[in-house]
């Protein structure tokens, strides 16, 4: 009977340690981490999540030799943790799942899709090193870049899994001369491919003209910057949406403009 009592205030030990004691979970973190018998699910990006499948319930936790219902939570990182119960297969396993609103995963979202944004490359007509005062300098990124790029994150949650398709979307150019004028110009969409024929019929929002050279920098250059500005939005598949802020990226270009002399000759 002694052995017997021994065993059983073990196990209850061991149950209250597994229930009080795991170790700090990641928050939006993806779907990852296991300490003992106990899961973190977090935010997944994976296209498929391993406890999509679940029949979740509350687990009656045992303090000792008795017991006590009701949710097992715990706090971190101002984010509150509840213990569900997962059952799949006839299986059980324990499962700690984050209170997280829909625009904390947005957020999340956001700076995820951020990192697979591409650097677009830009191009100018004339040349950086070739530009022209009081010429048009036409600049754009090439159209088939021109194109959204999205993330779609899982949550588990005790009402079933709830998804996020946050996407960023290239809208317009803005361009910073250099000058020291501070114009900004603002354009929508890419820009236009300058050639010869386009040029004569064809015009374009996305051009400067340098009013003076760029000699008047002690460099000999405009350090000029081009920025492409990505609209973000988010959509769940309960029907919620909202916008994000933009993102802007883009790159630095030095740009050399020279005033051509008219030569008179008698």
């Not at 010429?135 to 994150?153: D, G, I, R």
């Not at 020291?180 to 300058?194: A, D």
């Not at 990505?230 to 020279?258: E, F, I, K, M, Y």
Request: charge should be negative.
């Amino acid at each position: 009977m002694t052995r017997l009592m021994s065993r059983l205030m073990t196990f209850g030990f061991v149950i209250l340690t597994l229930l009080t004691t795991p170790r700090v979970p990641l928050v939006i973190a993806s779907e990852a981490g296991i300490d003992g018998e106990h899961i973190f699910a977090g935010v997944s990006y994976s296209s498929q999540h391993s406890l999509s499948s679940c029949d979740w319930s509350l687990p009656i936790p045992t303090y000792g030799l008795g017991g006590r219902t009701g949710a097992t939570t715990r706090e971190w990182n101002d984010t509150t943790w509840i213990l569900h119960q997962c059952t799949r297969d006839g299986d059980s396993i324990l499962v700690w799942i984050p209170e997280v609103s829909t625009e904390t995963i947005a957020e999340s979202s956001r700076d995820v899709v951020r990192e697979r944004v591409p650097l677009l490359d830009q191009t100018f007509s004339p040349p950086a090193s070739r530009g022209v005062v009081k010429t048009p300098t036409w600049f754009w990124v090439h159209p088939a870049l021109w194109v959204p790029v999205s993330v779609t994150a899982q949550v588990p949650t005790p009402r079933g899994m709830v998804t996020m398709t946050t996407t960023a979307t290239p809208e317009s150019l803005e361009f910073h001369p250099g000058d020291g004028s501070g114009e900004v110009v603002e354009c929508e969409g890419p820009g236009v491919p300058w050639t010869p024929l386009l040029s004569r019929v064809l015009s374009t929002d996305c051009v400067y003209e340098y009013p003076v050279p760029s000699s008047i920098r002690d460099t000999g250059v405009f350090r000029a910057r081009l920025d492409v500005v990505w609209s973000v939005t988010w959509r769940t598949n309960l029907g919620a949406s909202g916008r994000l802020p933009d993102l802007r990226l883009g790159t630095s270009h030095q740009l050399r403009v020279r005033e051509l002399q008219a030569v008179i000759t008698r």
